[in-house]
Every structure is written in C-alpha cells, then in structure tokens.
C-alpha cells in the first residue's frame, strides 16, 4: 500500500510539473496564428541531378511536379512526411540558386492573414496557385519570402497529405 501511495504521489508531483511547464509552450503557442511549418522551396543549378539526390541518395518520395507547356519541370514536390515538403524549382536569371521560400500552412488562412494585419504587417490577398492551393505572402526583414497556404480540396499538396502511408 505504501508503494502505490508513493507511486501515485509521484505520479500526481510530475502531472503537476508538467501543467506548470507547459504553459510557457501554450502562450508562445498562442502568439502565433495557428502556423506550421509545411514546406521549404529552393532553386536548384541542375534539377535531375538535384531530383536524384533528393529521391535517390535522400529517399525523399516524389509527391507531384508541375510541367510548363514544353513538359519541362516548373516545381516538384518533394514528401519527407505525411505534411511536410521540399519544394524544388530550377534556377534561372531572375531566380538564383539557393533558398525560395519557407511554406507555412495555418490552421485557417483567413485568420492567420487577418492577424497578421492586425499587427502591421502587409500580407497580399490570397490566390489559387498552380497547386490549386490558396496562397499568399509575407516578406520578412531580411527579404526571406515566407508562404501562407490553405490546401483546398483536390489540390495537390492535400492529393499527397491524404494519400500519404
């Protein structure tokens, strides 16, 4: 008997820890509006050569990609989880090797710009994408293009969330 008192009495100080040590986490939580991160987007110098290293040497699956009218690759999906991705575009003049964009996904796009605005900071009305997706932009101070999205339904991020195994 004395064992399971001083069982559960551990059982309840560690429960008790716990609610204590969670409510820094749930304030910074509340702080933002509902954002995850979903997915990163880079321009890449050689696409098949980067395609191979990130399927075949990573072992990152291929979610979808988007051809232009000549069948050449615009962007490509790639799926490290059920709802996270790498994005990959090749490169150009205009759009040089390196970082694209960070892709964040609210839990209500509508929200999530509205609060944005809220605290001054000037966010474009969303749009469907050529994922099918709702998107807009954020610029931050150092010029870094973060992406807000809402996967509607069919789109093509949600095709491969919802069939992911």
Same mark, same amino acid.
Do not use: C
């Given at each position: 008997? %004395?064992r399971l008192i001083g069982g559960f009495a551990?059982?309840?100080? *560690?429960? &008790?820890?716990?609610?204590?040590?969670?409510?820094? *986490? +749930?304030?910074?939580?509340?702080?933002?509006?509902?954002?995850?991160?979903?997915? &990163?987007?880079?321009?890449?110098?050689d696409y098949d050569e980067s395609m191979r290293?990130?399927?075949?040497?990573?072992?990152? /699956? !291929?979610?979808? =990609?988007?051809?232009?009218?000549?069948? /050449?690759?615009?962007? =490509?999906? +790639?799926?490290?989880? /059920?709802?996270?991705?790498?994005?990959?575009?090749?490169? =150009?003049? !205009?759009?040089?090797?390196?970082?694209?964009?960070?892709?964040?996904?609210?839990?209500?796009?509508?929200?999530? &710009?509205?609060?944005?605005?809220? %605290? *001054?900071? /000037?966010?474009?009305?969303?749009?469907?994408?050529?994922t099918k997706t709702s998107i807009t932009n954020?610029?931050?101070?150092?010029? &870094?293009?973060?992406?807000? +999205?809402?996967? +509607?339904?069919?789109?093509?991020?949600?095709?491969?969330?919802?069939?992911?195994?």
């Amino acid at each position: 008997m %004395r064992r399971l008192i001083g069982g559960f009495a551990l059982f309840a100080a *560690g429960a &008790v820890a716990g609610v204590f040590l969670m409510q820094p *986490g +749930l304030a910074q939580q509340n702080q933002n509006p509902g954002l995850r991160l979903n997915h &990163v987007g880079i321009y890449v110098k050689d696409y098949d050569e980067s395609m191979r290293f990130y399927t075949q040497t990573m072992g990152f /699956k !291929e979610a979808f =990609t988007i051809k232009d009218k000549d069948g /050449k690759p615009t962007l =490509t999906y +790639l799926q490290l989880s /059920k709802d996270t991705f790498l994005e990959l575009a090749p490169a =150009t003049a !205009e759009r040089p090797v390196g970082l694209s964009h960070i892709g964040f996904w609210p839990v209500d796009l509508g929200v999530a &710009v509205a609060a944005l605005r809220q %605290r *001054g900071v /000037k966010v474009d009305d969303p749009r469907t994408g050529s994922t099918k997706t709702s998107i807009t932009n954020v610029i931050d101070p150092n010029g &870094v293009r973060l992406e807000m +999205l809402d996967f +509607l339904p069919g789109s093509l991020p949600r095709q491969a969330i919802d069939s992911w195994k």
